[in-house]
């Protein structure tokens, strides 16, 4: 068995095998600085990549499969493509994802379709004897890559040079790289998920005068005012771009939650106007989204919960109720086919996907596969130990909160 690639933790930059950037959004060209528009890091494929038109490919994804067994677990993250889905022996957000990968220490290979912090966390929170694989690295997360370590390292430097830093609790949103989760666990925070951000916050304020939340400012303004009763004038955002973070040390004193600059680039385009709009065009429609929604978006939505939410609200709503919904756009697709006996509308009227989850698509999971199946280990993603520890220590800290260890809410 032969590894061709093994990836250190951070940023897409790193996951690519480049210089770590403070804009890692480079996509783009092989060396930073000197863009070949013809090529795109991370997307090379040793061996053959099938073609998308294969009209074999389903049954080569089955074959491959099937000669895995239990060898193999594949994990689909709820945003993934109808096509990938199929090929899931489980679906789930990315915490259930993360505990699914856990729980099945048997597996040699845990083959992620997800996006890269997803990979890294099920890495870390799987044995040693197990290799994750990432069908496609180009696979990132816009969010996550928004808080690069040295930047979040910077703002610390920043809180120390301040006298704030001990009495500051880091808390990171599971959307983040492993580094920065270890950074979270060396400095005593914790990790939160989009259904125990309230209580991870809760945790937090217990050991400190203020949180520093990263890297989506939106749940975390989100949780602070809607379910600790914060008031909006108690958080700051912390720009990574501007000098001491655009902040004045004295504004930094004062807030209890400090904002990390970051947003998804799905759920941030949900406007408030698309609310009102749809609520003109469908008379008596319940709008149901993501907390990583803009504020304004949240307080104009009848119900606002994590992926996981969003699925057993639909479960749990009566016949012909009529919902709109604000989260990535396969799940949406895939919940109205689920539930043709009710109304379930995309929240906005363009289409939305997220484009980097769909980076995985058939052809890179059959290619993923077929290598295994030839004794060759391609796209893992190895989080170094000293990084894979300290992250660890802040999930374990996110675990051990009540009602945290078992399922999402
Ligand atoms: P969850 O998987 O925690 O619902 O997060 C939503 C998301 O944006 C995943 O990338
Ligand atoms: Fe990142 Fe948003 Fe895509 Fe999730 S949906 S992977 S947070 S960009």
């Given at each position: 068995?032969t590894?061709?690639?093994?990836?250190?933790a951070d940023t897409?930059?790193?996951?690519l095998?480049?210089?770590?950037?403070?804009?890692a959004?480079?996509?783009?060209?092989?060396?930073?600085?000197?863009?070949?528009?013809?090529s795109?890091r991370?997307?090379?494929?040793?061996g053959d990549?099938p073609?998308p038109?294969?009209?074999?490919l389903?049954e080569r994804a089955?074959?491959?499969?099937?000669a895995?067994g239990d060898r193999?677990?594949?994990?689909?993250?709820?945003y993934q493509?109808?096509e990938?889905i199929?090929?899931?022996?489980v679906t789930?957000d990315?915490?259930k994802?993360?505990?699914?990968?856990?729980?099945r220490?048997?597996?040699?290979f845990?083959?992620?379709?997800?996006?890269?912090?997803?990979?890294?966390?099920a890495?870390?929170?799987?044995?040693?004897?197990?290799?994750?694989v990432?069908?496609?690295?180009a696979?990132?997360?816009?969010?996550?890559?928004m808080?690069?370590?040295?930047q979040v390292e910077d703002?610390w430097a920043?809180?120390?040079?301040?006298?704030?830093a001990?009495?500051?609790?880091?808390v990171?949103?599971?959307?983040?790289t492993?580094?920065?989760k270890?950074?979270t666990?060396r400095?005593?925070g914790?990790?939160c998920?989009?259904s125990?951000a309230d209580?991870?916050l809760?945790w937090?304020f217990e050991r400190?005068e203020r949180?520093?939340?990263l890297?989506d400012?939106?749940?975390g303004r989100?949780t602070?005012?809607?379910?600790l009763?914060l008031?909006?004038d108690d958080c700051v955002?912390w720009?990574?771009?501007k000098?001491?973070?655009?902040?004045?040390?004295e504004?930094?004193r004062?807030?209890k939650?400090v904002l990390w600059?970051?947003?998804c680039s799905?759920?941030?385009r949900f406007?408030?106007?698309?609310?009102?709009?749809?609520?003109?065009?469908?008379?008596?429609v319940?709008?149901?989204v993501?907390?990583?929604c803009?504020h304004?978006?949240?307080?104009?939505?009848?119900?606002v919960?994590?992926?996981?939410?969003?699925?057993r609200?639909?479960?749990?709503a009566p016949?012909g109720?009529?919902?709109?919904?604000?989260?990535e756009?396969?799940?949406?697709?895939?919940l109205a086919a689920a539930h043709?006996?009710k109304?379930?509308?995309?929240?906005?009227?363009t289409?939305?996907?997220?484009?980097?989850?769909?980076r995985i698509d058939?052809?890179?999971?059959v290619w993923a596969?077929e290598?295994?199946?030839?004794?060759?280990?391609?796209?893992r993603i190895?989080?170094?130990p000293?990084?894979?520890?300290?992250?660890?220590?802040?999930?374990d800290r996110?675990?051990?909160?009540p009602?945290s260890?078992?399922?999402r809410?």
């Open positions: 068995m590894v061709d690639a093994v990836v250190p897409a930059a790193a996951r095998g480049v210089a770590p950037s403070p804009l959004q480079l996509l783009l060209g092989r060396t930073l600085g000197t863009a070949d528009l013809a795109e991370g997307v090379d494929c040793p990549l073609s038109s294969d009209p074999g389903v089955r074959r491959a499969r099937a895995l193999a677990f594949v994990l689909g993250h709820h493509r109808d990938v199929e090929f899931a022996d789930g990315s915490f994802l993360a505990q699914k990968a856990a729980a220490p048997d597996a040699e845990v083959l992620f379709c997800g996006v890269h912090f997803m990979a890294e966390s890495d870390i929170l799987t044995g040693d004897h197990q290799q994750v990432l069908p496609d690295l696979a990132g997360c816009s969010m996550a890559d808080a690069g370590l040295q703002a920043a809180f120390e040079a301040a006298g704030l001990d009495s500051t609790v880091p990171a949103y599971m959307n983040s492993a580094a920065i270890s950074f666990g400095h005593g914790t990790i998920t989009s125990n209580r991870s809760r937090a400190g949180v520093l939340f890297p400012q939106h749940l989100n602070a005012v809607l379910q009763g008031e909006l955002v720009n990574p771009h000098p001491h973070g655009g902040v004045t040390p504004q930094l004062r807030a939650m600059r970051g947003h799905v759920h941030g406007s408030a106007a698309n609310v009102a709009d749809v609520r003109e065009r469908i008379p008596g319940n709008v149901l993501h907390p990583e803009r304004e978006v949240v307080t104009a939505a009848d119900s919960g994590s992926t996981e939410h969003i699925i609200t639909l479960e749990a016949p109720s009529s919902w709109a919904v604000g989260t756009l396969n799940l949406v697709s895939r043709p006996d109304s379930i509308v995309f929240l906005e009227r289409v939305c996907y997220c484009s980097t989850m769909n058939l052809p890179h999971l596969m290598s295994l199946v030839d004794g060759r280990v391609v796209n190895e989080v170094d000293d990084t894979a520890h300290w992250a660890r220590v802040a999930l996110m675990l051990s909160l009602g260890g078992t399922t809410g």
